[in-house]
């Protein structure tokens, strides 16, 4: 995964990582650590009428900013995930894309979900920064199975899917959720431009049906799901409603975006 306009250097600056980089697994958990706490999981291009783009200069242009109005954005699975690759290709750390299947519908739904596997001395890991609210929040080791595994205030688990497959759960309230199952078929970019144009268009999904911003800290996450603010802060939660007037304010706030809603409404100027 690669574009033109990216430089490591900028994508370091925009993340936040200050560590002395190399192709290492601590090297991948610390900017994937750095990403999830400052670039947003974000919808509101979906909410402006858009179909996001998958062109990598677009995606490195919103994210990582050429000018000030597209400076400091975010962006869903494919965007932060895909400048996550970019990153990983630049520092010659080999990776692959996955495509899964979100597994907490009622019903079976397509692989819409784009996450990364990670191989380094020998060991796959799962990396994803474009999940939401249960999103992992470090590599996850593939050999890794059926074990509960601590991250921060939140516990995933890695088990088989099948003989092919892998399927990764959260513990949300005290069960076990299903979140995502995927294999190691390694699909192209191009392969994900339909899911990125249903996830774009259709009435039924969760982005054009309200705004949905997420953002992780080291204790927990905030979430703006439609007008509803959510704060998870070492496993306790409090919740508010933002007024229109407010929204603005709570994006620049709580989730560092520059002000993209007026009057209710998402602006298609974003």
Same mark, same amino acid.
């Given at each position: 995964? $690669?574009?033109?306009?990216?430089?490591?250097?900028?994508?370091? !600056?925009?993340?936040?990582?200050?560590?002395?980089?190399?192709?290492?697994?601590?090297?991948?958990?610390?900017?994937?650590?750095?990403?999830?706490?400052?670039?947003?999981?974000?919808?509101?291009?979906?909410?402006?009428?858009?179909?996001?783009?998958?062109?990598?200069?677009?995606?490195?242009?919103?994210?990582?900013?050429?000018?000030?109005?597209?400076?400091?954005?975010?962006?869903?699975?494919?965007?932060?995930?895909?400048?996550?690759?970019?990153?990983?290709?630049?520092?010659?750390?080999?990776?692959?894309?996955?495509?899964?299947?979100?597994?907490?519908?009622?019903?079976?739904?397509?692989?819409?979900?784009?996450?990364?596997?990670?191989?380094?001395?020998?060991?796959?890991?799962?990396?994803?920064?474009?999940?939401?609210?249960?999103?992992?929040?470090?590599?996850?080791?593939?050999?890794?199975?059926?074990?509960?595994?601590?991250?921060?205030?939140?516990?995933?688990?890695?088990? !088989?899917?099948?003989?092919?497959?892998?399927?990764?759960?959260?513990?949300?309230?005290?069960?076990?959720?299903?979140?995502?199952?995927?294999?190691?078929?390694?699909?192209?970019?191009?392969?994900?431009?339909?899911?990125?144009?249903?996830?774009?268009?259709?009435?039924?999904?969760?982005?054009?049906?309200?705004?949905?911003?997420?953002?992780?800290?080291?204790?927990?996450?905030?979430?703006?799901?439609?007008?509803?603010? $959510?704060?998870?802060?070492?496993?306790?939660?409090?919740?508010?409603?933002?007024?229109?007037?407010?929204?603005?304010?709570?994006?620049?706030?709580?989730?560092?975006?520059?002000?993209?809603? !007026?009057?209710? !409404?998402?602006?298609?100027?974003?």
């Amino acid at each position: 995964m $690669k574009a033109e306009n990216f430089s490591l250097a900028d994508y370091f !600056r925009r993340i936040g990582f200050t560590g002395t980089p190399s192709a290492s697994i601590e090297t991948v958990a610390g900017m994937m650590r750095c990403q999830l706490f400052s670039v947003p999981f974000e919808n509101l291009d979906v909410q402006a009428g858009k179909v996001v783009s998958l062109v990598p200069e677009d995606i490195v242009s919103k994210i990582v900013g050429d000018q000030p109005t597209t400076r400091g954005r975010g962006g869903y699975c494919y965007e932060v995930n895909g400048l996550f690759a970019m990153a990983l290709e630049a520092l010659g750390i080999p990776w692959q894309f996955v495509a899964a299947r979100p597994m907490f519908y009622p019903v079976r739904r397509p692989k819409t979900h784009a996450a990364i596997v990670v191989t380094l001395n020998g060991e796959q890991w799962l990396c994803d920064l474009g999940f939401g609210s249960y999103g992992i929040r470090a590599p996850m080791n593939l050999a890794v199975l059926d074990t509960e595994v601590r991250q921060d205030q939140d516990t995933f688990m890695l088990t !088989r899917d099948g003989d092919q497959g892998y399927l990764l759960q959260a513990l949300v309230q005290g069960e076990w959720a299903r979140q995502y199952a995927f294999d190691l078929y390694a699909p192209e970019w191009v392969d994900f431009a339909p899911a990125n144009f249903m996830n774009s268009t259709h009435p039924d999904t969760i982005f054009v049906q309200k705004p949905l911003v997420v953002l992780f800290n080291p204790d927990g996450r905030s979430i703006l799901l439609g007008d509803q603010l $959510k704060e998870v802060t070492a496993g306790e939660v409090s919740q508010s409603v933002v007024a229109a007037a407010d929204y603005d304010a709570v994006l620049a706030r709580r989730f560092g975006l520059p002000g993209l809603i !007026r009057a209710g !409404r998402v602006s298609g100027d974003c």
